[in-house]
């Protein structure tokens, strides 16, 4: 792999990772359209350390909040948010283990992540529209951090995107947009962090070269800029440019497919 090769896909996991467009669909379809070999599972396990790095870092004073009234004032507010984001990561855990081997195989062909793409950017475009979007994410209570968890389940499936399905939970719940994607970035760490342990079996020592250094520093610069970019940029805007986008792509691979 190139230096190109590995900054491109760097800013492409760190863009996709917490921008509502998919990440794991963009790291399977730009190899496939740009004719370049699959980078490989332990690539893809740095790329997404890189963004745990970002998220963990932007948001570490939250967490230690979260984590400390968590453990010792379990009923306080702060407190009780940690353990509901403690459940709302239960059923997408529990997806990754028992759907592992489909995910790898039947759900990163290019067509179903077309499929998803379009249609859970409609999902999306909908949730958004009928939303009330008057609650903060301190509003979430047990009922909503299931209902969000089942929905990041759902993101097994590259083109859903795990970012994607689980701000449109948060909108048909009634919050505000940049209330939704806080929701959806502190439900991030715990899920990125389980997802690479499991994927560290396929890590080696001997996949560390200059490459692989430049896209973990790449992912992680990029996946800080688009958490600070998206946090901004719901307070004043809908969700339509990143639907826009995800159809267009969509297309794009059908398009290929057709073609080849």
């Known amino acids: 792999m190139t230096i190109l090769q590995s900054t491109i896909l760097g800013i492409v996991q760190g863009i996709g990772e917490f921008l509502p467009i998919s990440?794991?669909?963009?790291?399977?379809?730009?190899?496939?359209?740009?004719?370049?070999?699959?980078?490989?599972?332990s690539y893809d396990v740095m790329l997404h350390m890189g963004t745990l790095l970002a998220i963990v870092l932007y948001f570490y004073k939250d967490w230690i909040i979260f984590i400390k009234k968590g453990l010792t004032e379990p009923k306080s507010r702060d407190g009780k948010f940690f353990w509901l984001l403690v459940i709302a990561t239960f059923p997408a855990g529990i997806a990754g283990l028992l759907l592992k081997d489909l995910a790898a195989t039947t759900f990163r062909d290019p067509l179903w992540i077309a499929f998803n793409l379009a249609f859970f950017a409609i999902v999306l475009y909908i949730a958004d529209r009928k939303s009330s979007r008057k609650k903060i994410f301190h509003d979430l209570n047990l009922k909503g951090a299931l209902l969000i968890g089942?929905?990041?389940?759902?993101?097994?499936?590259?083109?859903?995107?795990?970012?994607?399905?689980?701000?449109?939970?948060?909108?048909?719940?009634?919050?505000?947009?940049?209330?939704?994607?806080?929701?959806?970035?502190?439900?991030?760490?715990?899920?990125?962090?389980?997802?690479?342990?499991?994927?560290?079996r396929h890590f080696a020592i001997a996949d560390i070269n200059t490459a692989f250094i430049v896209g973990l520093l790449v992912s992680f610069i990029s996946?800080?800029?688009?958490?600070?970019?998206?946090?901004?940029?719901?307070?004043?805007?809908?969700?339509?440019?990143?639907?826009?986008?995800?159809?267009?792509?969509?297309?794009?691979?059908?398009?290929?497919?057709?073609?080849?």
């Open 150 to 200: 089942f929905f990041q389940a759902l993101a097994i499936m590259p083109g859903t995107s795990r970012s994607g399905i689980t701000i449109t939970a948060a909108l048909l719940l009634g919050f505000k947009r940049e209330d939704a994607a806080k929701i959806s970035f502190f439900l991030a760490m715990p899920i990125i962090f389980g997802a690479g342990l499991v994927e560290s």
């Open 223 to 260: 996946g800080w800029l688009s958490i600070k970019f998206l946090l901004t940029y719901l307070k004043n805007h809908s969700v339509n440019l990143f639907v826009i986008y995800r159809l267009i792509l969509a297309g794009i691979i059908v398009f290929t497919i057709l073609r080849s």
């Open 23 to 41: 990440s794991s669909a963009h790291l399977v379809i730009l190899p496939f359209l740009c004719g370049w070999d699959y980078q490989g599972l």
